[in-house]
């Protein structure tokens, strides 16, 4: 484990695998509860109401919204990071994410088609033959 300084507090403590300290987790962790237990008894809160009520930030809420940790409820929905649209998982709505998923295979696909071509012609290999002969 390396030694490292605590992200939030400042703190030197042995590193896992987060940027926080232990004491730092248990109080994020404090907060996460009291969020939900606050949803739970108010079901037709927004991210506004519950943010005011614990008295943290909206994007604290937001997060752990985004993260899947927290029961979305009606009032809970947020907008999509890409086209705003109303959702109450992730990030991106469904239709975002299958338009990303496309996009990507495509840049993948031109990218397998390049690597082919510089396989076929051995382009691919003539700088191994260069610098073996340095």
């Keep these: 484990m390396a030694l490292a300084n605590c992200d939030r507090c400042g703190k030197l403590f042995n590193k896992t695998t987060r940027g926080i300290c232990p004491n730092c987790v248990r109080e994020e962790e404090q907060v996460f509860e009291e969020i939900k237990a606050y949803i739970r008894a108010n079901d037709a809160a927004t991210i506004e109401d519950?943010?005011?009520?614990?008295?943290?930030?909206?994007?604290?809420?937001?997060?752990?919204?985004?993260?899947?940790?927290?029961?979305?409820?009606?009032s809970l929905a947020y907008p999509c990071l890409n086209c705003g649209k109303s959702i109450k998982i992730g990030k991106y709505c469904k239709t975002c994410l299958e338009e990303l998923e496309s996009s990507m295979f495509g840049v993948a696909s031109e990218l397998k088609k390049k690597l082919d071509t510089k396989k076929a012609t051995g382009a691919y290999f003539s700088q191994r033959d260069d610098f073996k002969k340095r």
């Design 50 to 74: 519950v943010a005011s009520a614990i008295g943290v930030d909206e994007e604290l809420v937001l997060h752990y919204l985004q993260e899947g940790r927290l029961e979305i409820t009606e």
